[in-house]
């Protein structure tokens, strides 16, 4: 194999596994999060099925949310 096509990291890949418990990509969770303007973990998880096993991606998809979630802006 040719040693300049293997990358250190996933990083950015959109095949990349974010959740290993039901092989849910992070290109699934940013898709679902931007097109349903998705927001908390439970949604993900209705959504998806991401979180859904040992929970150890929880925090992972709050990054996600955190990322790629519309923001909504508190009215006093
Ligand atoms: S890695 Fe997501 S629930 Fe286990």
């Known amino acids: 194999m040719d040693p300049s096509h293997v990358h250190e990291s996933c990083d950015g890949c959109p095949a990349k596994i974010v959740c290993r418990c039901l092989r849910v990509t992070e ?3 940013v898709r679902m999060i931007e ?4 927001r908390t973990v439970h949604d993900l998880r209705k959504y998806t099925g991401a979180g859904d096993g040992c929970t150890c991606c929880h925090e992972k998809l709050e990054e996600y949310l955190g990322k790629h979630a519309c923001q909504i802006e508190a009215v006093v």
């Not at 097109?35 to 998705?38: A, I, P, Y």
Request: charged share 30%.
């Open 27 to 29: 290109a699934q969770v």
């Open 35 to 38: 097109r349903l303007e998705l």
